[in-house]
């Protein structure tokens, strides 16, 4: 119903900056709730980022003050822009969509992308 796709991943050195895209297509709605998700090896997937349809958006303790989540809803693109990286980022950053008000745990959410690799060297 909804197909997500992800961009802008790849290899930064510790402290640079990285901006993260997520193309929607189907059969979506501007009053979704959208979110950034993330996973390292060996590691649960973790909540990073979320937006919701007003434009209200929350954040991880390990995002707030480094991460800015934004949407544009005439493009249908979600965005993650990234700050002060750190290797402690490095992980498969994932775009999910959620059929109904903002949310921050994985299972709250009904789309998700394939993910986009992001490796922060030291």
């Known amino acids: 119903q909804v197909q997500l796709v992800e961009s802008g991943g790849g290899l930064v050195q510790a402290g640079g900056s990285l901006r993260l895209s997520c193309a929607a297509s189907?059969?979506?709605?501007?009053?979704?709730?959208m979110g950034w998700f993330r996973q390292a090896p060996g590691k649960e997937r973790e909540f990073v980022a979320a937006?919701?349809?007003?434009?209200?958006?929350t954040y991880s303790d390990s995002g707030k003050s480094r991460f800015t989540i934004s949407r544009d809803n005439a493009r249908n693109t979600l965005y993650l822009q990234m700050n002060s990286l750190k290797p402690e980022d490095t992980a498969v950053y994932y775009c999910?969509?959620?059929?109904?008000?903002?949310?921050?745990?994985?299972?709250?959410?009904?789309?998700w992308g394939q993910g986009t690799q992001v490796t922060v060297s030291s």
């Open positions: 937006i919701g349809w007003t434009g209200i958006s």
């Open positions: 999910a969509v959620r059929r109904s008000g903002i949310a921050v745990i994985t299972t709250a959410y009904d789309y």
């Open positions: 189907g059969r979506g709605s501007s009053n979704d709730a």
